[in-house]
């Protein structure tokens, strides 16, 4: 700390300096904050402001700026200075924009503003500016697993880019799904037909480029390591094991079809009752001829049932829509006309669902006779003589109809390898010397796709369909292990085309990783980011909490069960920081204390003051955003909250909620994001940890004498800036209605 110098900089513009007493706020910085170096200036932002700032760092020596303006969020360009510690004091957001106007306010304004310096200047103070990790011998080769359309999209997009990719299928021949389709849905000009498949021309631009380095029947044995420095053991059909080092993945193992076997209703495994993919191997034997059954005989009449074991609400099948399935079946049809057009086709559909430019394809089919039908199919009976029994949606009348070859519109079933929520429980019944389970366990990790040596299993998370966990709304691609990425139906069900934009999309993602592991820096949603978590292992008590509750897999275990951090799998959300009942683990610019001291800062008034103190943990990503947009649209809220932007949720360690009602606080809100099933969080998990933590604080709140309701967790989203408003001003009614916390005095 000797070397250290601490400096604070206010803005008076944008209105702050008409609002508030800037000499009053500059006295607090220098006398409570402690700061070497204090200035003002009333226009912070522009190239004077910025100037001064760089000025004492290059004269003054100054190491710690705090700067009392805007929120963190603006302005970030201008206020970036490398190699100096910051924190940021929001005085216009957070103070200006949601106190009401008018001189009757001007005293909690000013108090309000003045915890915010105080709170500024306490976080610099125990900031450490990350130094940062480069990593010189990081690798930049890209595996992708998979050699459907996605994985050879993906590899030539890495390639394309300049980056080397290693390309691994199971199988002796690239093209997965899209080599067994006679043709493919429509994808450009003219959207009326099908349209060739170009899976052997992709296969062969792979083959042939020099920047892709393929395996065919080949399999991953191991995944180890992290982003950057993945050493993944090919195995081969021959028995030779390969290592191959690099520095992202791309998983694109694609889909199976949902089997008929478990449609019994609908004829599954019944003569001339077979699924999508079933026709196309019918009609590419055909090879523009008459399609015919597998007895020989031509087929003259075919229908087709749409949703077949899919958008189920049962439970005992497929409870989504696989999307690719009506235009997949108007393209089937079309396969009938194109070589009779007096073969009878219908199409028989709950809702029917062609995006984009399928409208034009649709209607190009009922204008060649394509029969469309709104139906539900309740039993379809194979045979020579096929008849399917339905309930017309639209006469509210049980028909039946006989056909030739009755085609099941099944769903995809994504290729994702290993379910953790599966292996978890065998793996601690094997470890407590289950032999059934040891058993299980090696059956399981065949089954697995990437083989992680990953101390959370073999394969990545999974949502509860089986596909792979990736943040559909913020992040798609990314997955919960960190530098691995979903592309194309084993991350959500699509077409053809769909799945080859996602390729590109999971490649260029790919390449951001590899990128940001050679510089040392956190993958999203902290990009950039050159903290990295640390343990004071002496106080560690190896409670596993952090290794259990860390999102992405970034923390093992080492022969001591200490934890050990895989810097480049890190995130850097601070879950693990939030966990560690001892608070050993913290972050250089983000800790227990760069929180906790900003928490001690603030003054709480006196009981008799009626003054009262509410603190506010609100995440970085949506409920801070939130709370800034309110102050755009001047929503008043109560100036009797002060609001701390934490990492995430995740991050929120409990002392932090004691320390401020033992100071007097009156209440603590928390506010995260959506959690659950529909997660929006964007460390996955953290809200959820957040929740269940604060489920366990009852106790702790019973012992202090408070009552449960001082204590709240609210799900906010980034939009919603009214009703984070409306939030704080219910709650602070309702601690009102409490009345002062009787703690006040004690702090």
């Not at 601490?6 to 609002?19: K, M, R, T, V």
């Not at 478990?262 to 009609?283: F, I, R, S, T, Y």
């Not at 792979?468 to 990314?478: K, N, Q």
Request: net charge negative; hydrophobic share 40%.
């Amino acid at each position: 700390m000797a070397d250290n110098k601490f400096a604070a900089y206010i803005c008076s513009g944008c209105g702050i300096g008409d609002a508030m007493k800037v000499p009053q706020l500059e006295a607090i910085a220098k006398k409570e904050g402690k700061m070497a170096v204090v200035k003002s200036h009333p226009f912070l932002c522009n190239a004077e402001g910025v100037q001064m700032i760089k000025d004492d760092i290059a004269n003054e020596a100054v190491t710690h700026v705090c700067i009392a303006a805007c929120s963190r969020r603006a302005k970030t360009e201008a206020f970036q200075f490398d190699g100096v510690a910051m924190s940021r004091a929001n005085l216009r957001e957070g103070v200006l924009w949601v106190v009401a106007a008018g001189k009757d306010h001007d005293e909690v304004r000013q108090e309000m503003a003045a915890d915010y310096i105080r709170m500024g200047c306490a976080e610099v103070k125990k900031m450490t500016q990350p130094a940062g990790n480069v990593k010189e011998s990081s690798s930049k080769r890209i595996l992708v697993v998979g050699g459907g359309m996605s994985g050879m999209t993906a590899a030539l997009e890495i390639a394309e880019a300049g980056y080397e990719a290693v390309l691994v299928e199971k199988t002796g021949a690239l093209g997965g799904m899209a080599a067994k389709l006679w043709k493919r849905q429509p994808f450009k000009t003219p959207y009326s037909a099908p349209q060739e498949v170009d899976a052997g021309e992709t296969a062969a631009r792979v083959a042939a480029n020099p920047k892709i380095k393929l395996y065919l029947n080949s399999t991953i044995a191991e995944t180890s390591g992290a982003p950057g420095r993945f050493v993944v053991k090919v195995a081969q059909e021959s028995g030779a094991v390969t290592d191959e080092t690099v520095g992202a993945i791309v998983q694109a193992t694609g889909f199976t079809t949902y089997d008929t076997a478990k449609l019994p209703e609908l004829g599954g495994g019944q003569p001339n009752v077979v699924d999508q993919a079933g026709l196309e191997a019918m009609a590419k034997a055909a090879n523009g001829g008459a399609i015919k059954r597998a007895d020989g005989k031509e087929v003259k009449s075919v229908v087709f049932v749409q949703c077949a074991g899919q958008r189920d609400d049962t439970g005992a099948h497929l409870s989504y829509c696989s999307g690719h399935c009506c235009g997949t079946s108007i393209k089937q049809a079309t396969y009938f006309k194109d070589q009779n057009p007096d073969v009878d086709t219908v199409i028989m559909y709950q809702d029917l669902r062609v995006p984009g430019m399928g409208e034009d394809f649709y209607r190009s089919a009922q204008e060649r006779g394509v029969i469309f039908t709104k139906g539900k199919a309740s039993r379809v009976a194979g045979g020579d003589t096929c008849s399917v029994t339905f309930k017309d949606l639209i006469l509210d009348d049980e028909n039946t109809i006989a056909a030739d070859l009755v085609v099941l519109a099944t769903g995809q079933v994504p290729n994702a390898g290993v379910d953790l929520e599966a292996w978890n429980p065998v793996v601690t019944a094997a470890e407590g010397g289950d032999e059934a389970a040891k058993a299980q366990r090696i059956v399981m990790h065949g089954s697995s796709v990437l083989k992680l040596n990953y101390r959370q299993g073999p394969d990545m998370p999974q949502f509860k369909h089986g596909f792979a966990d990736s943040h559909f709304i913020c992040f798609p691609y990314e997955t919960r292990r960190t530098g691995i990425y979903a592309a194309g139906p084993v991350r959500r069900p699509m077409d053809m085309l769909q799945a080859t934009d996602d390729a590109t999309g999971a490649a260029l993602k790919a390449i951001q990783a590899v990128e940001n592991a050679a510089l040392g820096r956190a993958a999203h949603p902290r990009s950039g980011d050159l903290s990295f978590p640390k343990a004071r292992l002496e106080g560690c008590t190896q409670c596993k909490r952090c290794t259990v509750e860390c999102p992405f897999g970034a923390i093992d275990e080492d022969e001591k069960r200490f934890p050990v951090f895989n810097e480049e799998r890190c995130r850097r959300c601070g879950t693990c920081m939030g966990a560690c009942p001892v608070r050993v683990i913290s972050f250089e610019n983000y800790s227990v204390d760069t929180v906790g001291s900003q928490v001690k800062a603030i003054e709480v008034p006196e009981e008799d003051e009626e003054k009262p103190r509410i603190l506010v943990l609100a995440c970085e990503n949506d409920a801070y955003p939130a709370l800034d947009m309110a102050g755009l649209a001047r929503l008043n809220y109560s100036a009797f909250v002060r609001v701390i932007p934490v990492r995430c949720l995740g991050s929120v360690n409990t002392i932090w909620i004691t320390d401020a009602l033992n100071s007097g606080y009156d209440g603590v809100m928390m506010m995260g994001c959506k959690k659950g099933d529909e997660y929006q969080c964007h460390f996955v998990k953290g809200s959820e940890l957040a929740h269940y933590r604060m489920s366990k604080i009852g106790d702790t709140l019973k012992q202090m004498g408070l009552e449960p309701e001082r204590v709240v967790t609210q799900e906010v989203a980034i939009t919603d800036n009214a009703r984070v408003v409306k939030l704080i001003n219910d709650y602070v009614a309702e601690l009102d209605k409490l009345g002062p916390s009787p703690m006040k005095g004690f702090g």
